[in-house]
């Protein structure tokens, strides 16, 4: 799916020069991707479009400095930028202490299984994250994809650990219960 | 617990590479912001041209090194030593042979042997002993004169030099005496071999690039003549005095003396070459590497050209084109947009596709393989192509053919080459 040349090192070098061939194959090759991370964080497309920009933008910006580590470490490097922009999206916003519990969040919820979740289509499954109320997902998002601990999402997000914790708990079971239904209405 | 984590992980496993189609006109937008370019840019077209002014003067110092070092004594030195060995092998000894036994009529004569000083002499002393003269006028016969002497370690080529093209013997001597042949020979050190020179000589000295040689002459005295300067001395050559000692010489043939004996030589091999810079053209391809590594491969095309004097006083252009390929690993140690820079080592095989001595053809069968080392400078036109200038160093094996070119005289030599490049 990516043209795989030039290789991150030109990539990176390019842009760092302001090499504008070099920009736009940065973009067309990984603004998807950072489109789904920012997605992720904030749940609605437009809003996620308009942090990629700002994120490429920033991107652009800093390339000078971006040390590469081998390969990946572009795509990782870029997507930590696409996703600081989208926590201070959220904050900026105080979306994340605005969010309420939703209400009829089951205290225990079955889990599904890992064949179960391999059935399900990867956009289905981005929606149901995307569905998650905005705390919820934050933490959900921070922990499982950026593998932070409580206490460093709680520094994060300006709340404490417990909050994180039960925040991920509810994301959790919420998922779940979306997975199963779709597995009974599809399956 | 277990099974929490795993569907989890599978969650995560999936989405990790998920993509979302990019929005429409994306990067349009993006772009019109990206159009003041940043602090970075604004400073690069000055950086730009002094990188390249930079890279211009590191190619000229390296290339007029390169220039410099084929101007000097050194250079000149392997040119002579090469020469000479290709100058002076005998094709026949003749079979009769009457030294002049009228020595003292001869005066020897300082003659410069340095080539740098030859040319200019050459224009001012028509030859005299051109093929013309020697063979047609004189119905093949022809009185030898006798010379005095010539150092030994110097005299091979300036004898052969000299004796048929005729530059530095000159006019004293003249048209009118078309009949004789300039015989010198190298005497310094005796030996049997030195039967049948003439007793008058003297040894005469030389320093550095001069080397003294002696031709035929009157009265002079030998010893007068080294430290003159050399156009008074080979005025005073004048042979018309010779009476005796004819011999007869084939034609299309030359006598010369090597060490004091004479030889005869055909007038069409090759007296003297000298070689031009060659000039080299490229066309590479190369795949990069990481780290700044490349690899390359290509076309070269190279063309050899020497003026070649032959015994007869001809003179002759000889060109030899070449085509190669070389094959080479890079490492750019400076790599921009526009400019890369680079050192290189490798080797190349080549081959002599099209030859000329004159109007002949010639052909030289072996293969030309060499090593080399060079620096470069690339400017990118585009990401792909770009066009380079490297001068380098390369040593040629000797391919064992025996035509002459500046890379057997000189089998480790510097060259420029400039080309245009093919980067994927």
């Keep these: ?187 | 617990m277990e099974e929490k984590e795993l569907w989890m992980n599978k969650l995560k496993e999936k989405l990790t590479d998920y993509s979302e189609p990019i929005p429409e006109f994306g990067w349009e937008q993006l772009e019109k912001e990206l159009v003041p370019p940043p602090v970075e840019r604004r400073i690069f077209p000055y950086r730009r041209w002094s990188i390249a002014a930079v890279a211009a003067v590191f190619v000229a110092v390296v290339s007029s090194v390169s220039f410099y070092f084929l101007q000097t004594p050194v250079a000149d030195e392997m040119r002579e030593l090469s020469t000479k060995s290709i100058a002076n092998i005998p094709d026949v000894l003749p079979n009769k042979n009457t030294p002049d036994i009228k020595g003292e009529q001869i005066a020897p004569v300082v003659r410069p042997l340095d080539r740098r000083r030859k040319d200019r002499i050459a224009k001012a002393s028509p030859s005299i002993i051109a093929p013309a003269n020697c063979i047609e006028a004189n119905t093949n016969k022809q009185p030898i004169e006798n010379t005095d002497k010539v150092p030994a370690d110097l005299a091979q080529p300036s004898v052969s030099d000299d004796q048929n093209a005729g530059e530095n013997l000159s006019e004293g001597t003249g048209k009118e005496e078309t009949e004789k042949v300039a015989v010198t020979k190298a005497p310094r050190k005796p030996s049997s071999r030195d039967k049948l020179q003439i007793p008058t000589e003297k040894p005469s000295t030389k320093s550095g690039k001069w080397s003294t040689g002696v031709a035929v002459g009157n009265t002079l005295g030998a010893s007068s003549t080294n430290n003159l300067g050399m156009s008074s001395t080979f005025q005073r050559v004048n042979l018309t005095a010779l009476p005796g000692g004819m011999v007869e010489i084939p034609k299309n043939q030359v006598l010369y003396f090597q060490d004091g004996v004479p030889f005869l030589r055909s007038l069409d091999a090759i007296e003297s070459i000298e070689h031009h810079q060659p000039i080299s053209l490229g066309l590479s391809i190369r795949k990069e590497l990481k780290y700044g590594f490349s690899v390359e491969t290509g076309l070269t095309y190279t063309m050899l050209s020497s003026d070649a004097k032959m015994y007869s006083g001809e003179k002759f252009k000889q060109q030899l084109h070449c085509v190669g390929i070389p094959i080479r690993a890079n490492w750019s140690f400076y790599n921009k947009k526009l400019l890369s820079m680079y050192v290189s080592g490798g080797g190349a095989i080549e081959k002599s596709v099209y030859g000329k001595l004159g109007s002949e053809k010639l052909t030289v069968k072996p293969f030309q393989f060499s090593l080399t080392g060079a620096v470069g400078v690339q400017f990118n036109a585009t990401n792909k192509i770009g066009f380079y200038v490297e001068p380098g160093v390369s040593y040629f094996f000797d391919d064992g053919s025996n035509v002459q070119t500046i890379r057997k005289e000189n089998p480790f030599n510097f060259n420029l080459q400039a080309g245009i490049r093919f980067t994927y």
């Design chain 1, 1 to 187: 799916m990516f043209k795989k040349r030039m290789n991150e090192i030109e990539l990176s070098e390019g842009c760092r020069q302001g090499d504008n061939r070099a920009r736009k194959q940065l973009y067309e090759q990984y603004a998807g991707r950072m489109l789904s991370v920012c997605l992720r964080y904030v749940g609605d497309k437009d809003t996620a479009q308009d942090l990629l920009h700002d994120g490429f933008l920033k991107i652009f910006d800093s390339f000078d400095k971006f040390t590469w580590r081998g390969e990946g470490s572009l795509r990782a490097w870029m997507e930590r930028i696409m996703i600081n922009i989208s926590l201070q999206y959220l904050r900026k916003n105080d979306i994340i202490s605005q969010s309420t519990a939703i209400e009829e969040i089951p205290e225990e919820y079955e889990e599904p299984t890992a064949g179960e979740v391999e059935l399900i289509p990867q956009n289905v499954l981005m929606g149901f994250i995307n569905d998650l109320p905005v705390g919820y997902r934050t933490v959900f998002n921070l922990y499982t994809f950026e593998e932070k601990s409580h206490k460093e999402i709680a520094e994060l997000l300006n709340i404490n650990e417990k909050s994180s914790a039960s925040q991920l708990f509810r994301a959790k079971g919420v998922l779940a219960k979306r997975v199963k239904e779709w597995l009974l209405n599809n399956g």
